[in-house]
C-alpha cells in the first residue's frame, strides 16, 4: 500500500493557514498554533485587541502610508499572530512549555501563500512561553524548521552589537 498522507507537519501547518482566515487584516493573514504532545493547546491570528476596531472595518493605516511588510509596527493596532497564540493559551491555562509553533500566513487579496517568520517583538514572546521549535511553510510549501533556543543566542549578539556600535559613535 501507499501512504498517501500528509506529514504531521503539513498537516498543522494548514490548520495554521485556516487559523489565519480569521484575520481581520487586509494586508497578510497569519495564524499560528501550539501544539503539545500532538495536541492542539492554542490557536492565534493576527488582529487588533480584543473589542478594537479593525482595518476590515475602516482600511489599513500601514496601507495609506505605503509601509512596507515587517516595518512600522507601531502604526498597526494588530496583535500578532504569535503573540495572539500565546495569550490565548494563558487566558485558558494550557501549558505551552516545550511544545511546537507551526505558523501560516496568506496574502489577504489572493489567498496565497507568504512569508511567515516571527518577527524580534515575537521570537521574544516565544522565548519567554517556553515553546522549543517553530515551523513555517514558505510560499513553495518549503517547511522550515526553528529552534528556538539558537534565537537566545542570536537576541543576545545583536544586542551586544548594537550596544558597541553606539558605543563606537559617543567616542
Known amino acids: 500500500m501507499i501512504n498517501q498522507r500528509i506529514s504531521k507537519d503539513e498537516y498543522y501547518l494548514q490548520i495554521a493557514r485556516t487559523v489565519a482566515q ?10 499560528a498554533i501550539i501544539v503539545k504532545d500532538d495536541v492542539i493547546v492554542s490557536t492565534g491570528y493576527n488582529g487588533p485587541a480584543r473589542g478594537v476596531i479593525n482595518c ?5 493605516l500601514k496601507d495609506e502610508m505605503n509601509l512596507p511588510h515587517y516595518s512600522g509596527y507601531e502604526h498597526c493596532p494588530a496583535v500578532h499572530s504569535e503573540e495572539n497564540c500565546i495569550l490565548n493559551a494563558a487566558r485558558h491555562g494550557a501549558n505551552v512549555l516545550n511544545g511546537t509553533m507551526f505558523i501560516c500566513g496568506q496574502n ?5 501563500i507568504t512569508e511567515s517568520k516571527p518577527c524580534e517583538r515575537c521570537k ?5 512561553a517556553g515553546i522549543r521549535e517553530v515551523l513555517t511553510m514558505d510560499k513553495n510549501g518549503k517547511i522550515t524548521r526553528y529552534e528556538v533556543k539558537d ?21
Do not use: H, M
Request: net charge positive.
Open 108 to 112: 489577504f487579496k489572493d489567498k496565497s
Open 56 to 60: 476590515t472595518e475602516i482600511g489599513c
Open 124 to 128: 521574544r514572546a516565544i522565548i519567554n
Open 151 to 171: 534565537w537566545v543566542e542570536e537576541d543576545s549578539k545583536t544586542y551586544i552589537d548594537k550596544l558597541r556600535e553606539i558605543k563606537k559613535l559617543k567616542k
Open 22 to 31: 480569521r484575520s481581520p487584516c487586509i494586508r497578510r493573514q497569519f495564524g
